[in-house]
């Protein structure tokens, strides 16, 4: 047990995790601390490009093996089965609308999360493979195109005599800014020779976490600002924010086992299954369902999942990836 204090000890005493909260201090306290928007652009692009690119030379590093292959599989796999059984239960209690952009949330993955895992990875001087990367990318998409089947099948006014076509969310799930960003810095570092690689080292390594940290910072700040206007939807959306991710986190954490070895894979699989967007899937749900209220939808992943899987999640999936039976 101790192992395991030592885990939470230090998952709750790291920088991001501290520089988060003293962004939603902030805001409680109402204070002016601000930080521009352009700046804070900036760095989330420049934290896909980094993740990306050094994704890239570790891919370029390996050799496309069964372990990859199976690993990409289930991966999509995990991106397409979450919004089915997550639209099921939501729609007992929400609308078909809100409903289907939850389920699509809670079915991809989180860029920011990923981040944070990254970091929490490097803490435990765990390494994982670079094509998890690529995976990320891969998981944005699926979740989103399920998310507009279950709307079309089951909204009464469907969203394609509305003039959407499918093929245009399809489009726009592939080519989306955050996704497009990641998997071209991919290819990038993937093809880049080595030694011309290592001159921009400094800047995709040595100061990432210092980026990372001030990106969470405003993170903090967002979701306190945000989580107001979502409380008066009960405590119905918030206990899913958190079952719904532990499980899936959970689960997923023991199940990739029989797809691979590596406990950094693991752990990156779990809370990618764990994790929730607000980034790609509020963007192409603002196509597919403009009856869905993003103020449900997106503080429940911002303000209540991001928050839980990075103080409590993380440790949580690391010790069962970690668990050995006596």
């Known amino acids: ?5 030592e885990i939470l000890h230090s998952n709750l005493t790291n920088p991001t995790l501290l520089f988060f909260l003293l962004g939603v201090l902030a805001v409680r306290l109402k204070s002016d601390l601000e930080i521009p928007a352009q700046s804070i652009k900036f760095i989330s692009l420049y934290l896909l490009f980094a993740i990306g690119f050094k994704g890239g ?7 496309i093996t069964s372990d990859v292959i199976y ?3 289930f991966g999509i796999a995990i991106a397409t089965v979450i919004p089915i059984y997550a639209f099921f239960i939501l729609k007992r209690r929400l609308n078909i609308s809100d409903s289907a952009a939850i ?6 993955v989180s860029a920011v ?5 990254v970091s929490f990875l490097e803490m435990q001087n765990i390494t994982f493979g670079g094509h ?3 995976i990320m990318a891969l998981m944005e998409s699926p979740a989103i195109i399920v998310g507009v089947i279950l709307l079309t099948k089951f909204e009464k006014s469907p969203i394609d005599s509305k003039g959407i076509h499918f093929s245009q969310l399809v489009h726009h799930a592939f080519t989306n800014g955050s996704v497009l960003l990641i998997l071209g810095s991919l290819i990038i570092g993937f093809i880049a020779d080595t030694k011309q690689a290592e001159g921009i080292k400094p800047f995709t390594t040595d ?3 210092g980026f990372l940290v001030i990106f969470l910072l405003e993170m903090g700040m967002v979701t306190a600002k945000r989580f107001s206007a979502f409380i008066k939807y009960g405590w119905y959306v918030s206990l899913f924010a958190i079952l719904l991710p532990a499980f899936n986190g959970c689960i997923v954490a023991y199940m990739s086992q029989f797809v691979t070895d590596d406990i950094g894979n693991r752990f990156v699989f779990a809370i990618l299954a764990a994790s929730a967007s607000y980034i790609a899937v509020p963007a192409a749900m603002r196509l597919a369902a403009p009856k869905a209220d993003p103020g449900v939808y997106i503080p429940m992943a911002l303000g209540v999942t991001f928050p839980f899987n990075i103080t409590i999640g993380m440790p949580l999936y690391f010790m069962i990836i ?3 039976p006596t």
């Open 322 to 324: 970690n668990y050995k």
């Open 103 to 108: 389920a699509a949330s809670y079915g991809s």
């Open 132 to 134: 998890m990367v690529a």
């Open 57 to 63: 030379q570790e891919l370029s590093h390996s050799h």
């Open 71 to 73: 690993s990409t599989m």
């Open 1 to 5: 047990m101790s192992s395991e204090f």
């Open 207 to 209: 100061i990432f976490k």
């Open 113 to 117: 999360t990923f981040v944070a895992a």
